[in-house]
């Protein structure tokens, strides 16, 4: 079932389409952090006086675009490509991730094509287990694609900043990657659960594309209303993906602290996705195939 499965991704023009779509997003991310520097320094923006900025809130709004500090670094390594966004706004690689977990298995309802698999293989859990593994395969090679992206805009930040070294150990530096690839897999097995228990192709996208929308505003709301105080919504999926690939998120960077570690947010994520694919298993034996 696996090698079918690739088949199918390999032969399949929209998992090539998100493919680019990530790469692209990662070039446009990468782009855009290596000139914030020189665009706020050219604008007077980073003293904080000409901007109009409080001058305790300056700082640290100066360190998001410095090249020499290690904040800046991981924000460029970043697989997800949130572009310093972390915990506020969703990465363009973790909706791409999402949607090709989506298609991966509602193509086959769409087209009918999973009543032919599902005579050749009669084990519903087996062909969810081959779509699991070819999406994951697609993941990785997507993941390593992007992190030798980020790898050369990181080289090309440092090496266009006088002063500026690499300020990340290597032992980070392969942790962010790391992470950021068993990242890339949960959440395509997210969108491929979402994809099981919806099936319709169109629900699940709007489904994946909601949630790419609100989460960041349910942040939001939750922030102000509590003062800052309440970290419930940083359990939310998206933000977990986050925090669990550079370790910071959208408080730290602006100086404050993290709600948990990176430990929690990577079992945080792995609960959402076994509890949806889980569901989505259960479903997928139990209901008719058209």
């Known amino acids: 079932m696996y090698r079918a499965e690739i088949l199918k991704l390999r032969t399949t023009r929209a998992a090539w389409v998100v493919g680019g779509v990530a790469l692209a997003g990662m070039l446009l991310v990468q782009g855009f952090l290596v000139a914030l520097p020189r665009v706020l320094g050219s604008l007077g923006s980073?003293?904080?006086?000409?901007?109009?900025?409080?001058?305790?809130?300056?700082p640290?709004?100066?360190?998001?675009?410095d090249p020499t500090q290690a904040a800046f670094q991981r924000t460029v390594l970043d697989v997800?490509?949130?572009?310093g966004g972390s915990g506020g706004s969703t990465g363009i690689?973790?909706?791409c991730m999402l949607?090709?977990?989506v298609l991966a298995v509602t193509t086959d309802f769409r087209t009918g094509g999973i009543v032919p698999t599902a005579l050749v293989q009669p084990s519903r859990v087996r062909v969810l287990a081959g779509k699991?593994?070819?999406?994951a395969t697609v993941a990785l090679v997507v993941g390593v694609t992007l992190a030798v992206v980020s790898a050369a805009g990181l080289l090309v930040a440092i090496a266009t900043t006088p002063g500026a070294r690499l300020e990340l150990s290597p032992a980070e530096v392969l942790g962010i990657w790391g992470r950021g690839l068993v990242v890339l897999v949960l959440l395509a097995w997210f969108g491929l659960a979402v994809g099981t228990l919806v099936r319709h192709q169109v629900g699940a996208v709007v489904t994946v594309g909601a949630l790419a929308l609100v989460e960041p505003l349910v942040q939001a709301v939750v922030t102000l209303l509590s003062?800052?105080?309440?970290?419930?919504?940083s359990w939310l999926p998206l933000g977990l993906a986050s925090l669990a690939t550079t370790g910071q998120g959208a408080a730290e960077l602006l100086g404050g602290s993290a709600p948990f570690g990176v430990a929690a947010a990577l079992a945080g994520l792995c609960a959402w996705v076994v509890v949806l694919l889980g569901s989505g298993a259960l479903?997928?034996?139990?209901?008719?195939?058209?």
Do not use: C, E, M
């Not at 980073?46 to 300056?58: I, K, N, R, T, V």
């Not at 699991?132 to 999406?135: I, N, P, V």
């Not at 003062?227 to 919504?233: E, I, K």
């Open 46 to 58: 980073l003293d904080g006086a000409a901007s109009g900025l409080p001058a305790d809130l300056a």
């Open 60 to 65: 640290d709004l100066s360190s998001l675009a």
């Open 80 to 83: 997800l490509a949130t572009g």
């Open 93 to 95: 690689t973790a909706v």
């Open 99 to 101: 949607l090709l977990g």
């Open 132 to 135: 699991a593994g070819a999406t």
């Open 227 to 233: 003062g800052g105080q309440s970290a419930a919504a």
């Open 283 to 290: 479903s997928f034996r139990r209901r008719d195939l058209v």
